[in-house]
């Protein structure tokens, strides 16, 4: 099982983009989103990327978890 404890969380509202820096890999899991409407926190995540060896893990779920809350409360 993952442990997300190990996995540093980074936003770049400029860019768009959500990523997760992962354990032993140079590698980022990233999610790439269109900002809808932001008044009304309406956002379209059209992408998101996991590297192979963490594929099947959950993370591309968490990421984009925590990249919705992340979204809504900026």
């Not at 959500?18 to 354990?23: C, G, I, R």
């Not at 809808?36 to 995540?45: G, L, P, Q, S, T």
Request: hydrophobic share 35%; charged share 25%.
């Amino acid at each position: 099982k993952m442990s997300y404890s190990t996995i540093t969380f980074e936003h770049e509202p400029d860019n768009n983009q959500f990523f997760a820096k992962l354990p032993n890999i140079a590698e980022k899991s990233v999610v790439l989103y269109e900002v809808i409407d932001a008044e009304k926190k309406h956002y379209e995540f059209f992408r998101i990327e996991v590297p192979e060896p963490f594929r099947g893990t959950g993370i591309a779920t968490k990421l984009a978890t925590v990249c919705q809350y992340a979204c809504y409360y900026n």
